[in-house]
């Protein structure tokens, strides 16, 4: 059973810059497709951005596409998202997931992810 546990979340002004965190457990998080999803109050989860295992390939949303920057380090099971030049309209609990089918590439779709974090808050204040 994989565990995922999010971390680096808070608050935060336009403009501003945030890191999180998601450490793996009970499983290789090199092996698997690690994703980073959004929910606003409101409103439905959102993918954000993933990365392959295979090709180490990764895609964003639009929305987030030259702000924010999904990275993975094996060696500490643990994959980043970067997220700079923060947005009002970034605000949401941000959870990562892991795709732990052997496809190569990144997938979007929440279906495709098997694990889940338990999310952390980011809010970013105008």
């Known amino acids: 059973q994989v565990q995922l546990v999010e971390s680096g979340g808070g608050l935060v002004q336009a403009g501003g810059s945030l890191r999180l965190s998601c450490a793996a457990s009970?499983?290789?998080?090199?092996?698997?497709?690690m994703g980073w999803f959004r929910q606003a109050p409101g409103q439905e989860r959102e993918f954000v951005a993933a990365?392959?295992?295979?090709?180490?390939?990764?895609y964003y949303v639009d929305s987030v596409k030259g702000r924010f920057t999904i990275s993975r380090d094996n060696a500490k099971n643990t994959v980043y998202l970067q997220m700079d030049n923060l947005k009002p309209a970034d605000t949401a609990v941000y959870y990562c997931?892991?795709?732990?089918?052997?496809?190569?590439?990144?997938?979007?779709?929440?279906?495709?992810?098997?694990?889940w974090g338990q999310g952390t808050q980011v809010t970013v204040s105008s």
């Open positions: 009970g499983g290789t998080l090199s092996r698997y497709g």
């Open positions: 997931a892991a795709d732990i089918s052997p496809f190569p590439f990144v997938r979007v779709g929440e279906s495709s992810y098997t694990y």
């Open positions: 990365i392959s295992w295979g090709t180490g390939g990764s």
